[in-house]
Nanobody, 118 residues
Framework: QVQVVESGGGLVQAGGSLRLACATD????????MAWYRQTPTKERELIAT??????????LYTGTMRSRCAISRDNKKNTVYVQIHSLTPETTGVYIC?????????WGQGTQVTVSA
């Protein structure tokens, strides 16, 4: 069974930044598109960023309301994808969830809570 595990959440003051990490197994990491989502307190899920590799090239995509404050990256030796988020505001509070997807297969982590105080 594929496991996707997030870490790095917590309580941060407005204006601060966080780096979240998402780890999975090597096979999943090397073949799936890795993505970060934010789930709001009202349970809406928003795609933040994706990263994958095609041959020797790394492709990234940013979307949604947080696209201007995020940077996604991956460490292929650690089978881990990161998202650095800066200029956090109380509106960016939520559960940040990692996803690994390939064709019809989609694996979700449990998420990591980020709470931004004013």
């Amino acid at each position: 069974q594929v496991q996707v595990v997030e870490s790095g959440g917590g309580l941060v003051q407005a204006g601060g930044s966080l780096r979240l990490a998402c780890a999975t197994d090597a096979r999943t990491f090397s073949t799936h598109v890795m993505a970060w989502y934010r789930q709001t307190p009202t349970k809406e899920r928003e795609l933040i960023a994706t990263i994958d590799t095609e041959g020797m090239d790394e492709k990234t995509l940013y979307t949604g309301t947080m696209r201007s404050r995020c940077a996604i990256s991956r460490d292929n030796k650690k089978n881990t994808v990161y998202v650095q988020i800066h200029s956090l505001t109380p509106e960016t509070t939520g559960v940040y969830i990692c996803n690994a997807a390939l064709d019809v297969n989609s694996y979700w982590g449990q998420g990591t809570q980020v709470t931004v105080s004013a």
